[in-house]
């Protein structure tokens, strides 16, 4: 791998004599012949290691140090001097050098420097990656999904969350919504501060209204005291309105003054309180369907809508079913103390044809209710809820739209079998192929007769 040097010094003969070196060592090399010339080079950005003088006229090497790390902390910084004192060695490495070279320089030994610095700023860089991808993981892994509809909302949520930007999080009602927001405020900078909640469709207008914006005392029949409203609570944090289309005319004109002006007064109080809450909502409504029935504001719509994440309904994403199968029943054998192995076939072939109206809340509720059911360690189609049990009708196999050619082929040799009390031979002849065709297809491996 090439990586790129800048050699900061004011004597040119070294300078070039530094360069043509890194480059026999394979090496692209930027050259400054001061501290400022070398800071502008190095804010472009695209620099690995430096190579630098104390001693510059203008910004000296030690100035250099400081900003490089200030800029970039991490970067290895190999200070060269013709003045080489402990004193000066020291007082190089503290302010974050990686080592220190006194001149005329030894080039073996500066090769061989260069290499272990560059060496261990990959391994640095493996690890910040390595922690931030399992950072990542921890904050979607109460999200489960793998299908490419599901990656597509993770991208999207990794790259808004680290921003002041508010964020619409649409979606048929049980997608997950609320997830979502947990992953957004837990990826932004404000993780450490409130993520505080508000479902905007269970209070009445002028109940939310003291819910978000607090109320003083006597300011209502019941106001007994001061109350701090949501948004007070969520400062420097993140407010997450479920259900922001539910919301009345009143409440948009005031909810859009606090996303413009960052202030509002609690309800019968006159003191204005500034605020600094990242907005996070989520609908279920077709917010353009409601400006258009002057039921929304179009202003409010776009101060919530700068970044939009649609969570796909569950019809859309079977691919993840199994995952999501398998964690459900999990957690419900669990809780309910009982031995769960998995569904047989009937019943996963039942599972798969659903479209899932109520989304992952109606599979959760229905996997619940299976375990509680099941009178064995295999979920059949006679424990599922009796909305599902009609799916599976005789005579046809129903193949989710998406399934790829493998599952398809395990679902239609399944079902066959299943159809013929378990008989295998029969399947076979139905489907004309082998026996050992049929176990090497649903195993993957070859059986011995």
């Not at 910004?59 to 060269?80: A, F």
């Not at 220190?100 to 610095?117: C, E, G, W």
Request: proline content about 3%.
């Amino acid at each position: 791998m090439k990586h790129r040097i800048l050699v900061a010094d004011d004597e040119k003969n070294i300078r070039q004599g530094l360069a043509a070196a890194l480059e026999l060592d394979g090496h692209e090399v930027a050259l400054a012949a001061d501290g400022e010339e070398a800071l502008k080079i190095f804010s472009r950005g695209d620099i690995d290691l430096v190579l630098s003088d104390l001693r510059m006229p203008g910004l000296s090497g030690e100035e250099l140090i400081e900003k490089i790390q200030s800029e970039t902390p991490g970067t290895p910084v190999i200070v060269l001097t013709g003045h080489g004192t402990v004193e000066t060695a020291v007082k190089a490495m503290r302010l974050g050098a990686w080592d220190f070279l006194t001149k005329p320089v030894n080039l073996d030994y500066l090769s061989l420097l260069v290499k272990q610095a560059l060496d261990n700023r990959e391994l640095l860089l493996k690890h910040k990656r390595l922690e931030e991808e399992l950072y990542r993981h921890k904050r979607f892994e109460t999200i489960i999904g793998k299908s490419s509809a599901m990656r597509r909302v993770f991208d999207t949520v990794s790259r808004a969350a680290p921003t002041r930007a508010s964020i619409l999080i649409t979606g048929e009602s049980g997608t997950g919504k609320e997830l979502v927001a947990d992953a957004i405020h837990g990826l932004s900078a404000r993780n450490e501060k409130p993520l505080i909640k508000v479902h905007c469709a269970a209070l009445a207008s002028t109940l939310l209204e003291s819910e978000l914006f607090g109320h003083e005392k006597g300011a209502f029949t019941g106001a007994a005291s001061r109350k701090r409203g949501r948004f007070e609570l969520a400062n420097e944090g993140t407010l997450f309105l479920d259900e922001i289309g539910e919301i009345d005319q009143n409440i948009q004109i005031k909810l859009l003054r606090v996303l413009q002006e960052r202030n509002f007064e609690r309800v019968g109080g006159e003191e204005t309180v500034e605020t600094d809450v990242r907005i996070v909502a989520a609908t279920n409504k077709d917010l353009k369907a409601e400006i258009d029935k002057g039921n929304f504001r179009e202003d409010l719509y776009f101060r919530l809508n700068v970044i939009n994440i649609h969570v796909p309904p569950l019809r859309e994403r079977k691919d993840d079913l199994p995952l999501l199968i398998t964690a459900f029943l999990k957690e419900f054998a669990e809780e309910n103390g009982k031995n769960i192995e998995g569904l047989n076939d009937k019943a996963r072939s039942c599972l798969y044809s659903y479209d899932w109206p109520g989304n992952i809340r109606e599979l959760r509720n229905c996997m619940e209710s299976a375990v509680v059911m099941s009178r064995s360690s295999l979920i059949t189609v006679d424990d599922l809820p009796p909305g599902l049990r009609k799916t599976s009708d005789e005579g046809w196999i129903r193949i989710p739209l998406g399934t790829n050619m493998e599952e398809a082929e395990k679902i239609i040799i399944r079902e066959t079998i299943s159809a013929h009390n378990g008989n295998q031979s029969k399947a076979a002849d139905i489907l004309g192929i082998g026996r050992k065709t049929i176990h090497r297809k649903l195993t993957g491996q070859e059986i011995n007769e």
